[in-house]
C-alpha cells in the first residue's frame, strides 16, 4: 500500500549555513564545508524552511521500501550537520596473540604502515581519504585515532586499516590478530 505523503523535519542547529539547490545540500560550519548528492533518490523533495529553520524532506505516492530513503536521507544531513559542527572520531585497536605489530604513522597524519604482522616481512601501507588525520592515542597501548568531519571518510579508512590486516589461510577463529574499531562517535563524546 502507497502512503499519500510522508514528511520528515530536520532543524538546522546554530552556526550553521546550509544551501540547498536540486537535492545538493552544502553545510558550511565552523568545522568546514561538506556536500551530498541525493539526486539519485527519486521522489523525494527536500526544501530549505528559512523562516523556522530547518530542512523539510517528503515523499508522495511512495511504498514502504522506498519510505526508507527518507529517513535514510535526514540521517545523511544530520551527520552533516554533525561534522561541521563537531567531527567525527574512530578509535582503532591493534590485537595480537604472539607476533606485537608495529604501526607507524606519517608526520602530516595521512597514512599508516604496518609492520611484522604475523611476523611477516612485508610492510601494509594505508593511505587515508581526504581529511582524515591519524593520531596514536597515548593513555592506551596500541590504539590509533582517526577523526574528520566527513563520517563517510572515516569510516573507509577504518575500514581500510582493517582490510589490511585480515589474516589470510588460517582459521579466522583462531588467528584473531588484527586492527579493530573499539569506539566511534562524535569528537567531545567519544
Known amino acids: 500500500m502507497k502512503v499519500l505523503k510522508a514528511q520528515r523535519e530536520l532543524k538546522i542547529p546554530d552556526g550553521v549555513e546550509v544551501t540547498l539547490k536540486a537535492r545538493k545540500i552544502t553545510v558550511k560550519g565552523p568545522r568546514g564545508t561538506l556536500t551530498r548528492d541525493f539526486t539519485h533518490l527519486p521522489r523525494i523533495d527536500l526544501f530549505h524552511d528559512k523562516e523556522n529553520q530547518q530542512i523539510v524532506a517528503t515523499m508522495y505516492f511512495s511504498a514502504k521500501k522506498r519510505l526508507a530513503c527518507l529517513r ?6 544530520d551527520n552533516l550537520f554533525n561534522g561541521t ?43 587515508m581519504l581526504d581529511g582524515v588525520k591519524v593520531t596514536r592515542d597515548d593513555s592506551v597501548k596500541d590504539c590509533i585515532i582517526l577523526e574528520a568531519n566527513d563520517i563517510d571518510c572515516v569510516s573507509k579508512s577504518a575500514a581500510l586499516i582493517h582490510m589490511a590486516c585480515l589474516v589470510k589461510n588460517k582459521d579466522i577463529r583462531k588467528f584473531l590478530d588484527g586492527f579493530y574499531v573499539s569506539e566511534k562517535g562524535i569528537i567531545g563524546e567519544v
Open 72 to 77: 535514510t536521507v535526514c540521517s545523511h544531513i
Open 85 to 127: 559542527i563537531k567531527g567525527f572520531r574512530y578509535k582503532m585497536r591493534a590485537v595480537y596473540a604472539h607476533f606485537p605489530f608495529n604501526v607507524n604513522i606519517a608526520p602530516a597524519g595521512d597514512r599508516v604502515e604496518i609492520r611484522n604482522f604475523l611476523g611477516e616481512k612485508r610492510t601494509r601501507v594505508c593511505n
